[in-house]
């Protein structure tokens, strides 16, 4: 009994020490970053570095939001988000529906051409993209960002939408209909209310895709007008010289709105993952 006690015991400690490193391993470069923002130039670049600041200061924070165009970039950063998680969820919502709920020809069909959709590497669609926008005049254009961006975030959106609504009983569209109600109002006022949490999953993550996004954007924008905030971090490394105290400062500005949303929509994102996994 009492070796027993003690093997329970050790495997709480050794797996206590590994979640304890894992977490250090994680957060160390989100610490660094903002401990970094709050140090002075002559601090950032002292021998040997500090932990901690020696004296804090949010001049880094007044340069990157007062001292250049990085405001407007966050703006237009959350309007092409906003954008993208709307569209995503509402074509993801439209599409999923019939594919998980009706019965009609081609169906399966529909939803392998999705998932390959969904698994087309980033890189196979950026020549072709760019061709097709700048052929709209929509090259240096938050909508054009929109539509690049929907590409990748609508195939997932309505592969992860098709699972989640897969589990919900089929009888209550049944009930709806026999009360005369059409397939769109069965969808608005039955589904959609039970799927919430997994509406939440989708569209956190049309969101989070769209703000972290760098590549289309500083490809297919180039100009401080529509320019959005991954790219405007490009503008503060001029060579090999970096701005550190107002690039991690800007970082951290930048990881906020993400990280809030993460902490107030986590019971959703819990509750939409696990429902979404167990058909599909």
């Known amino acids: ?35 970094t923002s709050l140090k002075t130039s002559q601090e950032i670049y002292s021998i040997p570095p500090t932990l901690l600041p020696r004296a804090p200061t949010l001049d880094n924070y007044r340069d990157a939001l007062f001292g250049s165009q990085f405001a407007r970039f966050v703006l237009n950063s959350f309007v092409v988000a906003l954008g993208v998680t709307a569209v995503s969820a509402v074509i993801g919502a439209l599409t999923a529906y019939p594919i998980s709920r009706m019965s009609f020809p081609g169906r399966a069909t529909s939803a392998r051409l999705i998932v390959a959709a969904y698994l087309l590497p980033p890189s196979l669609l950026f020549i072709p993209l760019f061709i097709v926008l700048q052929r709209l005049g929509l090259i240096d254009t938050r909508i054009g960002l929109v539509l690049a961006y929907l590409t990748f975030t609508v195939p997932f959106c309505t592969w992860m939408l098709i699972g989640y609504f897969r589990t919900i009983p089929k009888e209550l569209d049944e009930a709806a209909l026999m009360d005369g109600a059409s397939r769109l109002q069965t969808l608005t006022r039955v589904v959609l209310p039970i799927a919430t949490p997994g509406i939440a999953v989708v569209a ?24 959005t905030f991954t790219a ?46 167990v058909k599909g």
């Not at 993550?205 to 954007?217: G, I, P, V």
């Open 204 to 227: 956190l993550f049309a969101f989070t895709h769209a703000w972290n996004e760098f590549l289309y954007a500083l490809v297919y924008v180039y100009s401080n007008t529509s320019k």
């Open 1 to 35: 009994m009492v070796e027993r006690t003690r093997t329970i015991v050790v495997r709480r400690i050794v797996t206590a020490v590994g979640i304890l490193c894992i977490l250090a391993w994680s957060l160390a470069p989100v610490y660094w970053v903002v401990v």
């Open 232 to 277: 405007g971090l490009s503008g503060l490394v001029m060579g090999d010289t970096f701005i550190w105290g107002e690039l991690m400062a800007s970082s951290v500005i930048a990881i906020a709105p993400i990280l809030i949303i993460y902490i107030a929509a986590q019971k959703y994102i819990v509750e939409g993952l696990a429902a979404g996994s």
